[in-house]
Protein backbone atom coordinates (compact mmCIF):
# COMPACT_ATOMS: atom_id res chain seq x y z
CA UNK A 1 0.00 0.00 0.00
CA UNK A 2 1.55 3.49 -1.06
CA UNK A 3 2.15 5.88 1.85
CA UNK A 4 0.45 9.00 2.57
CA UNK A 5 2.60 12.76 1.60
CA UNK A 6 2.84 12.86 5.27
CA UNK A 7 3.85 9.28 5.83
CA UNK A 8 6.61 9.44 3.21
CA UNK A 9 7.94 12.57 4.40
CA UNK A 10 8.11 11.59 8.03
CA UNK A 11 9.68 8.40 7.18
CA UNK A 12 12.38 10.14 4.62
CA UNK A 13 13.36 12.07 7.59
CA UNK A 14 14.01 9.54 10.01
CA UNK A 15 18.02 8.86 10.84
CA UNK A 16 18.57 5.73 7.78
CA UNK A 17 21.22 5.14 5.67
CA UNK A 18 20.16 5.56 1.83
CA UNK A 19 21.57 4.27 -1.01
CA UNK A 20 22.19 6.95 -3.50
CA UNK A 21 21.91 6.26 -7.41
CA UNK A 22 23.07 8.38 -9.92
CA UNK A 23 23.82 7.90 -13.63
CA UNK A 24 27.34 8.06 -14.11
CA UNK A 25 27.85 6.64 -17.62
CA UNK A 26 25.26 5.54 -20.53
CA UNK A 27 26.50 2.46 -21.18
CA UNK A 28 26.43 0.76 -17.24
CA UNK A 29 23.76 0.67 -14.51
CA UNK A 30 23.77 3.95 -11.96
CA UNK A 31 26.27 4.30 -9.69
CA UNK A 32 24.57 3.10 -6.31
CA UNK A 33 26.38 3.32 -3.20
CA UNK A 34 25.36 3.93 0.93
CA UNK A 35 25.35 7.30 2.54
CA UNK A 36 23.96 9.50 5.15
CA UNK A 37 21.28 12.31 4.02
CA UNK A 38 19.26 14.83 5.39
CA UNK A 39 16.07 15.86 4.89
CA UNK A 40 13.08 17.66 6.33
CA UNK A 41 9.27 17.41 5.81
CA UNK A 42 8.39 19.71 2.72
CA UNK A 43 12.24 20.63 1.96
CA UNK A 44 15.11 19.21 0.58
CA UNK A 45 17.46 16.18 1.24
CA UNK A 46 21.00 16.90 1.26
CA UNK A 47 23.87 14.38 1.24
CA UNK A 48 27.20 15.33 2.67
CA UNK A 49 30.81 14.20 0.25
CA UNK A 50 34.21 14.89 -0.55
CA UNK A 51 33.94 17.36 -3.77
CA UNK A 52 35.98 15.57 -5.75
CA UNK A 53 34.18 11.77 -4.94
CA UNK A 54 33.36 9.66 -7.91
CA UNK A 55 29.82 10.20 -6.56
CA UNK A 56 29.87 14.40 -6.75
CA UNK A 57 31.01 14.25 -10.38
CA UNK A 58 28.81 12.13 -11.72
CA UNK A 59 26.05 13.95 -9.50
CA UNK A 60 27.29 17.05 -10.62
CA UNK A 61 27.25 16.19 -14.40
CA UNK A 62 24.09 14.69 -14.43
CA UNK A 63 22.10 16.93 -12.21
CA UNK A 64 19.80 15.14 -10.52
CA UNK A 65 20.09 11.63 -8.75
CA UNK A 66 17.65 9.52 -6.22
CA UNK A 67 17.90 7.94 -2.98
CA UNK A 68 16.28 5.14 -1.38
CA UNK A 69 15.55 4.18 2.29
CA UNK A 70 13.95 1.22 3.31
CA UNK A 71 13.22 -0.73 6.63
CA UNK A 72 12.30 -4.11 7.43
CA UNK A 73 11.00 -3.96 11.02
CA UNK A 74 8.10 -3.74 12.31
CA UNK A 75 6.43 -4.39 8.37
CA UNK A 76 8.32 -4.12 4.98
CA UNK A 77 8.60 0.07 3.86
CA UNK A 78 10.68 2.22 1.63
CA UNK A 79 10.80 5.63 0.32
CA UNK A 80 12.15 6.44 -3.13
CA UNK A 81 12.90 10.08 -3.98
CA UNK A 82 14.53 11.37 -7.35
CA UNK A 83 14.47 14.74 -8.28
CA UNK A 84 17.57 17.75 -9.69
CA UNK A 85 20.20 19.29 -7.89
CA UNK A 86 19.16 22.46 -6.50
CA UNK A 87 22.91 23.70 -5.26
CA UNK A 88 25.66 22.29 -4.26
CA UNK A 89 27.58 24.37 -1.45
CA UNK A 90 30.92 23.93 0.60
CA UNK A 91 30.72 21.81 3.34
CA UNK A 92 30.99 23.84 6.82
CA UNK A 93 31.59 22.70 10.69
CA UNK A 94 27.89 23.63 11.08
CA UNK A 95 26.93 21.17 7.78
CA UNK A 96 29.04 18.38 9.17
CA UNK A 97 27.63 18.65 12.87
CA UNK A 98 23.86 19.12 11.66
CA UNK A 99 24.71 15.33 9.79
CA UNK A 100 27.11 13.81 12.28
CA UNK A 101 24.00 14.23 15.31
CA UNK A 102 21.51 13.08 12.92
CA UNK A 103 23.50 9.68 13.00
CA UNK A 104 25.63 9.32 16.33
CA UNK A 105 24.83 9.54 19.64
CA UNK A 106 25.90 13.19 21.44
CA UNK A 107 29.19 11.99 23.32
CA UNK A 108 30.46 10.05 19.48
CA UNK A 109 29.92 13.42 17.40
CA UNK A 110 33.26 15.38 18.48
CA UNK A 111 34.70 12.81 17.72
CA UNK A 112 33.76 11.77 14.60
CA UNK A 113 33.88 16.24 13.20
CA UNK A 114 37.54 15.19 14.43
CA UNK A 115 38.09 12.21 12.61
CA UNK A 116 36.33 14.12 9.65
CA UNK A 117 38.33 17.40 10.07
CA UNK A 118 41.51 14.96 9.83
CA UNK A 119 41.25 11.82 7.50
CA UNK A 120 38.06 12.53 5.39
CA UNK A 121 38.85 16.09 4.25
CA UNK A 122 36.94 19.12 2.72
CA UNK A 123 33.32 18.42 2.13
CA UNK A 124 30.25 19.63 0.28
CA UNK A 125 26.62 19.59 0.65
CA UNK A 126 24.42 18.94 -2.43
CA UNK A 127 20.86 19.68 -2.43
CA UNK A 128 18.27 17.65 -4.09
CA UNK A 129 14.76 18.86 -4.74
CA UNK A 130 12.52 15.55 -4.37
CA UNK A 131 10.25 15.44 -7.21
CA UNK A 132 9.55 12.21 -8.08
CA UNK A 133 8.57 9.48 -4.90
CA UNK A 134 7.93 6.04 -5.22
CA UNK A 135 7.29 4.60 -1.33
CA UNK A 136 5.53 1.68 -0.10
CA UNK A 137 4.29 -0.33 2.97
CA UNK A 138 3.93 -4.15 1.98
CA UNK A 139 2.82 -4.93 5.77
CA UNK A 140 4.67 -7.86 7.46
CA UNK A 141 5.96 -10.00 5.18
Do not use: C
Not at 50 to 66: C, H, L, Q, T, V
Not at 115 to 139: C, K, N, V
Request: aromatic share 8%.
Amino acid sequence: MSLSVEERERFLAEPRVGALSVIERTDRAPLTIPIWYHYTPGGELWVHTAPDSRKARAIEAAGRFALMVERTEPTVRYVSVEGPVTRIEPGSPELSRTMAARYLPEDKVAGFLEYERTQIGEQSAIFMRPEHWLSADLGSL
